[in-house]
């Protein structure tokens, strides 16, 4: 059985060596592709926490109404509390999306700079 000649997905050149620069590119392109999903995750879940905040706020304004018909006072300062509280939700999920979004917007900067740097030294 003969050997086959396997490229190294590392050799971003095809040149058959694998140099320093093409092993920093190709490991910051795999980490790029995992803060892309990363990032994916992150929206999905900010997309579902929103939502769940929408379906809770929606579920506790149907049984305030209902409840505000037989208790109205006690009632109307539930359903001021629940709209915070949903409020509340909505808003820390924004916030937490943000921050991840930064945090991934930061490290994707750092890699390209470690990058340039990298390819600067090379030239130099």
Do not use: C, H, W
């Amino acid at each position: 059985m003969s050997e086959e000649n396997v490229k190294n997905p590392m050799d971003l050149n095809g040149d058959g060596k694998v140099t320093l620069g093409e092993r920093v590119k190709y490991s910051a392109d795999k980490a790029g592709e995992v803060i892309d999903k990363a990032m994916d995750k992150i929206k999905e879940e900010a997309k579902e926490t929103a939502a769940d905040a929408k379906e809770f706020y929606g579920k506790a304004a149907e049984k305030t109404k209902e409840v505000a018909g037989k208790v109205s006072g006690k009632a109307k300062d539930f359903y001021a509390d629940a709209k915070e509280g949903a409020a509340k939700v909505a808003g820390k999920a924004k916030e937490v999306y943000a921050e991840a979004k930064e945090d991934v917007a930061e490290a994707a900067q750092k890699a390209n700079a470690k990058i340039q740097e990298l390819r600067d030294k090379k030239e130099a």
